[in-house]
């Protein structure tokens, strides 16, 4: 266990000697950008009313069946083909 402690600690000395060996900026612009993280969410502005508000108006919900346009895809016997085929092609170009 003290060999794993030691090998933490000195990785941990390693990476601070890094970072220490940036250049200011370098290390002024890794400070902002934490500190910025640690910073509120923005506010909305373009929200209208208190969602917890139970007064707040809200649009209608309908409902819609999710099997309502539903229709039954059971196997039937072959239709006749030539009929299909003949329905399904494009029509002839004039001269032909």
Known sequence: MSAQFRATCAAIGVAAAALFQLRSGALALI???AVAGCRDAPVSRAVAA???DPAARVPRVGYRSTIGPYTSQRPVSPG???EQNERAAPPPKSGQ
């Open 80 to 82: 006749p083909w030539r």
């Open 50 to 52: 208190d969602p917890a």
């Open 31 to 33: 400070v902002a950008l």
